[in-house]
């Protein structure tokens, strides 16, 4: 299995589907770390900020409409699932609104699709990485994720 085209293909049959609600989105969170980097990096799913404004179950029925399999609802958050497995996030976040007005659109794979800028990402994942309530492996991830937004891109030819 292509993991890099899994992400790609959930990716771009999310922003398909929510393009038909219509439904204002940007690529955030492990996947977009990697775009705006240069640095690809494991994660675990594809995260997508929606408007906080859109109708939310709108958003769920043109996403299962687009064979995404409804896998859980949260106050802030939906997850579902992508034909190819691929685990996907959908997140309803006032503070995310202005973020994704600012989203540039940036070419993924054999499509563009709406990505939060560096300076947006950035604040995000201190957000994220500050917050108490956070698994402290996941607010670790969030910190080296700022550290590589802001250029601390490891060099493969230098040692220990």
Known sequence: ??????????????????????????????????????????????????????????VVQALVQAGFALRGEFAHSVNFRHASGEPLQIVFDPSFDPMIGRAEVVPVGSHAVRVVTTADLIVMKERAAADPARRRSKALRDA????????????????W
């Open 144 to 159: 080296a994720d700022v550290a590589l937004l802001r250029g601390d891109v490891p060099d493969p030819d230098e040692g």
């Open 1 to 58: 299995m292509d993991e890099a085209a899994d992400k790609a293909d959930a990716l771009r049959d999310a922003v398909r589907a929510l393009d038909q609600v219509p439904a204002a989105c940007a690529l955030i969170g492990g996947v977009a770390v990697g775009i705006r980097s240069g640095l690809p990096r494991a994660t675990l799913d594809t995260d997508l900020a929606v408007v906080s404004t859109a109708d939310r179950s709108a």
